[in-house]
C-alpha cells in the first residue's frame, strides 16, 4: 500500500503532541516533516516541544524545522492558560537530543512540496502562518499539494465569543489558507469538541503498559484540568488529533461542503469562520467541514495507536 505523504505543522500543545504520536503510528502515513509555529506557546518552545516528542517516540530521521515566530500582521499571543508556561505542561520530558534543522519551516514545507513526486498533504494543527507564507513565496507549489487537513475555525469560538484560537491568532494567514484553491479540509470546534477524553478515556490510555501511553495520559491529564477550569468542561478536546484521524479513517466522520470566509476587520470578530452550512450567500464552496464525530471509534482508534508503542 502507497503511503500518504504528510507534513505536521504544529504548535505543541498537548493535542498537537498527541496528533504527532498518532500520525507516527499509522504506517499509510510517511511523515516528511514537522514544521513549528509561534501559538500555544512562543517558537522555541513549540519546536523544543515538537523535538521532545519525536525523541518519545523514536521519530528520529524526521526534519523538524522552525517556522514563523510572529503573526503575518498583528501581535503574537500564547496560551499558557490552557497549555501551560511550556506549551506541554504536565509531564516531566527530557531536553531533546538534537536541535531542529536550519532550514526555516516555510522553506522546509515549499522544498519537499516541490522535491516529492507525489502530492503532498498539508496538516496544520496551530495558526496557519507557515502555510500562508509558504503559499505567498512559492505559490506554484498549489499544484503538489493534495489536500490542506486543518484544525482551526466554527460556527462558535473559544478564545473570543466567535473566533477559535488557531484563526484569531493569524486571520490572515487563515484568509491566505482559504482563498487558495487548495481542496482544504476543517476541523472545527463544533467537531472537536466531541472528542473529549474523560475520565474513562483516561482510564483506559493508563492501563496501557508502555512509556507512549504514559506521557500521553498524563498530557490528558494536565489538558483536562485546565479546559475544567477555563471552559467547565469534563474532559480534554484533543482538537488537533482529528487532523490525522481524519487522513486514517474518513469514515468516522460526517461532513458537508461549504463555503468559509475569515474575517479580518470586524472591531470585535477578528478571526471568526463564516461558515455558510446553509449556503444563505450562493458563495462557491471552499472547505469540507466536519460536523459529527463516530466518538467511540476515534477513541479506538486512538487506543489501538497507542498499544503499538
Known amino acids: 500500500m502507497t503511503s500518504r505523504k504528510i507534513i505536521l505543522d504544529c504548535d505543541p500543545g498537548h493535542d498537537d503532541a498527541i496528533a504527532i504520536i498518532l500520525a507516527a503510528a499509522q504506517p499509510q502515513l510517511e511523515i516528511l516533516a514537522i514544521t513549528t509555529v509561534s501559538g500555544n506557546a512562543e517558537i522555541d518552545k513549540t519546536t523544543q516541544n515538537a523535538l521532545k516528542v519525536c525523541d518519545l517516540i523514536s521519530l528520529n530521521k524526521v526534519i523538524v524545522s522552525k517556522g514563523a515566530s510572529e503573526p503575518m500582521v498583528r501581535l503574537r499571543e500564547t496560551a499558557p492558560g490552557i497549555h501551560g508556561d511550556s ?79 488557531n484563526i484569531w491568532a493569524d486571520p490572515e494567514a487563515a484568509r491566505k489558507v482559504f482563498e487558495s484553491g487548495i481542496p482544504t479540509v476543517v476541523m472545527g470546534l463544533d467537531i472537536t469538541h466531541q472528542a473529549l477524553a474523560t475520565k474513562e478515556v483516561i482510564e483506559e490510555v493508563n492501563g496501557i ?86 466518538v467511540d471509534g476515534f477513541w479506538k482508534l486512538m487506543i489501538d495507536a497507542l498499544k503499538t508503542y
Open 87 to 165: 506549551g506541554l505542561d504536565g509531564p516531566e520530558l527530557p531536553e531533546p537530543s538534537r536541535s531542529w534543522s536550519e532550514e526555516h519551516g516555510v522553506d522546509t514545507i515549499i522544498r519537499l512540496v516541490k522535491e516529492s513526486a507525489e502530492p503532498v498533504t498539508l496538516l496544520p494543527t496551530g495558526p496557519l502562518t507557515n502555510i500562508a507564507l509558504a503559499l505567498t513565496k512559492a505559490p506554484e507549489i498549489k499544484s503538489n499539494i493534495e489536500e490542506i487537513v486543518l484544525m482551526g475555525g466554527g460556527t462558535f469560538g473559544n478564545w473570543t465569543p466567535t473566533a477559535e484560537f
Open 209 to 294: 503498559d508502555n512509556r507512549v501511553a504514559k506521557i500521553v495520559g498524563e498530557l490528558l491529564v494536565f489538558f483536562a484540568s485546565t479546559y475544567k477550569e477555563m471552559f467547565d468542561f469534563d474532559g480534554a478536546p484533543v482538537h488537533d488529533v482529528l487532523t490525522v484521524a481524519y487522513l486514517v479513517a474518513p469514515e468516522l466522520f460526517k461532513m458537508k461542503d461549504v463555503n468559509i470566509v475569515v474575517e479580518t476587520k470586524g472591531e470585535y470578530t477578528a478571526g471568526t469562520t463564516l461558515v455558510d452550512l446553509h449556503g444563505v450567500t450562493g458563495r462557491e464552496v471552499n472547505a469540507k467541514f466536519g460536523l459529527e464525530l463516530d
